[in-house]
Each structure stands twice: as structure tokens, then as C-alpha cells.
């Protein structure tokens, strides 16, 4: 079975930086291509970042570029999101989630393109 565990979130003052990890199991990570998500309480899951399936292409949201960093270590079965200057706005559950290859094209921002997702790790920034 296909298990995503995400750790590494936390509290943090604004303008802090926090890592997560992404763990995946139980699927082909070097073909898969990798997202966080994040939702805030009482509000839509959002789109964060994502990245192919082979780190060659990244993508950002833009309350995120040029703040948050994804990257992916295929012989780990990691992805990463590294954040920094955090603003409270960034407060919210991140989830990460993962989509196997297929011959299709999926938008990388497509939150229902995703087949696995993790259970997320908070994150919570304070003013």
C-alpha cells in the first residue's frame, strides 16, 4: 500500500524558516510526481508546490515563490519543502501528496490530479 508521512512541522515566529520531509512507500517515487498542499482551517486545500518526477521542473504558488524551495532526493523516497521567511498566513496543515506516471497530462496545481496523499503535518507561524 501506498504511505506518504509527512514530518518536520511546528511552531514558528514569522520570519523563521521550517523543513518538511515527505516520506513515500509503497509506490515507484522516481516516476511519480510530488506536491504539498496546504489547508487552513475552515478554508480549501491549496496548492503550495510541486515538482516532476525527476526534480527537473518545479512549481510554486505565487504567496510562496521565492520563499519556499521543493526539491525531491529519489534515492531516499523524500521530497522536501524548505520555507522560509514565514508569515503568518502560512499557518496551516500540510499534506503531501504524490500522483504515479501516466501518459496523460495532470496540472501539477490540480489538487484532484493527485492519487496519495499524506495524513499532514501543521505548521503554525506566529506574528
Known amino acids: 500500500q501506498v504511505q506518504l508521512v509527512e514530518s518536520g512541522g511546528g511552531l514558528v515566529q514569522a520570519g523563521g524558516s521550517l523543513s518538511l520531509s515527505c516520506v513515500a512507500s509503497?509506490?515507484?517515487?522516481?516516476?511519480?510526481?510530488m506536491g504539498w498542499f496546504r489547508q487552513a482551517p475552515r478554508k480549501e486545500r491549496e496548492f503550495v508546490t510541486a515538482?516532476?518526477?525527476?526534480?527537473?521542473?518545479?512549481y510554486y504558488a505565487d504567496s510562496v515563490k521565492g520563499r519556499f524551495t521543493i526539491s525531491r532526493d529519489n534515492a531516499r523516497n523524500t521530497v522536501y519543502l524548505q520555507m522560509n521567511s514565514l508569515k503568518p498566513e502560512d499557518t496551516a496543515v500540510y499534506y503531501c501528496?504524490?500522483?504515479?506516471?501516466?501518459?496523460?497530462?495532470?496540472?501539477?496545481?490540480?489538487?484532484?490530479?493527485?492519487?496519495?496523499w499524506g495524513q499532514g503535518t501543521p505548521v503554525t507561524v506566529s506574528s
Open positions: 501528496a504524490a500522483r504515479e506516471y501516466a501518459d496523460v497530462y495532470v496540472p501539477p496545481r490540480d489538487r484532484d490530479g493527485y492519487e496519495f
Open positions: 509503497g509506490l515507484t517515487f522516481s516516476r511519480s510526481a
Open positions: 515538482i516532476n518526477w525527476s526534480g527537473a521542473t518545479a
